[in-house]
């Protein structure tokens, strides 16, 4: 899912928690940067891949990969993957939970935030057929792209 759309969808979630009694304007904007911000890694991997640091570049160069994604026939998807985002797993969302506990709750709000954005890529997973589904660990889909082809 483009940043754009998690950004709308998460401002219609962050608009509704804030009129929870227990939840201030900031932390509602906490939750909205965490929907958005989360794909940073997107940025970095295309950094780390092409050795450009263009925004826009970035944009066309996923837009062309879903394109090559969409050619693949369904069935034929679960011999590929797309890339490795670092920030898309369960351990960052145990690691905001941890430091909720122990640090800050503002870390719940990330970890809300993070949680949201994962929920609506898996949607977007579901819709574009991709085989490995909802992203659950970093480290599971390291040891698991290891053994496919990536599209580029």
């Known amino acids: 899912m ?3 759309k998690h950004f709308l969808y998460g401002l219609i979630v962050a608009i509704l928690i804030f009129f929870f ?3 201030n304007f900031w932390e509602a904007l906490v939750f909205l940067a965490s929907t958005v911000l989360m794909d940073v890694d997107h940025y970095i991997y295309y950094i780390q891949r092409k050795n450009k640091y263009s925004l ?3 944009y066309r160069w996923f837009k062309a990969k879903e394109k090559l994604w969409t050619a693949i026939q369904p069935h034929d998807r679960k011999h590929y993957y797309t890339g490795f985002y670092i920030f ?4 960052w969302l145990v690691l905001f939970g941890i430091l909720g506990y122990f640090v800050n709750s503002i870390f719940y709000f ?3 935030g993070m949680f ?3 929920i609506l890529d898996w949607i977007t997973q579901e819709m574009y057929n991709y085989p490995y589904r909802f992203k659950f660990s970093v480290i599971y889909d390291y040891l698991k792209f290891k053994k496919l082809r990536l599209i580029d």
Request: net charge positive; proline share 11%; no cysteine.
């Open 2 to 4: 483009l940043p754009k």
């Open 56 to 58: 826009k570049g970035a």
């Open 21 to 23: 009694p227990f939840v």
């Open 110 to 112: 990330v970890l809300a």
């Open 88 to 91: 898309h797993g369960i351990e």
């Open 116 to 118: 949201f954005h994962l």
